[in-house]
Nanobody, 119 residues
Framework: QVQLVESGGGLVQSGGSLRLSCAASKSVLDFVLMGWYRQAPGKQREAVAVITYGGNTNYADSVKGRFTVSRDNAENILSLQMNSVRPEDTAVYYC?????????????WGQGTQVTVSA
């Protein structure tokens, strides 16, 4: 099955920018859906931004206008550009994909990368 590896997390000041990357071991065009999720301490994991096979995107209301998800089809990389970050964006960010395996839709997750935003 596919392997997903996130990178790019770190410490950034409020109002700054950060770019996260997710490297996939298979072509990103194999996936029905790819996206970024995040989990803050004491909270449930939530969807941040997703992109479909056809290239359509959707964003959580809390990040719309600030974050951008994109896909590099040639390099098998999913990215999340984070601009105008806020302390409430602090969380572990996870890459996720959904794909058909033996005609069944299955999901895979990366190990996550920590993003910390200071006030």
């Amino acid at each position: 099955q596919v392997q997903l590896v996130e990178s790019g997390g770190g410490l950034v000041q409020s109002g700054g920018s950060l770019r996260l990357s997710c490297a996939a071991s298979k072509s990103v065009l194999d996936f029905v859906l790819m996206g970024w999720y995040r989990q803050a301490p004491g909270k449930q994991r939530e969807a941040v931004a997703v992109i479909t096979y056809g290239g359509n995107t959707n964003y959580a209301d809390s990040v719309k206008g600030r974050f951008t998800v994109s896909r590099d089809n040639a390099e098998n990389i999913l990215s999340l550009q984070m601009n105008s970050v806020r302390p409430e964006d602090t969380a572990v960010y996870y890459c996720n994909d959904q794909q058909f395996v033996d005609a069944a839709l299955v999901s895979a997750w990366g190990q996550g990368t920590q993003v910390t935003v200071s006030a």
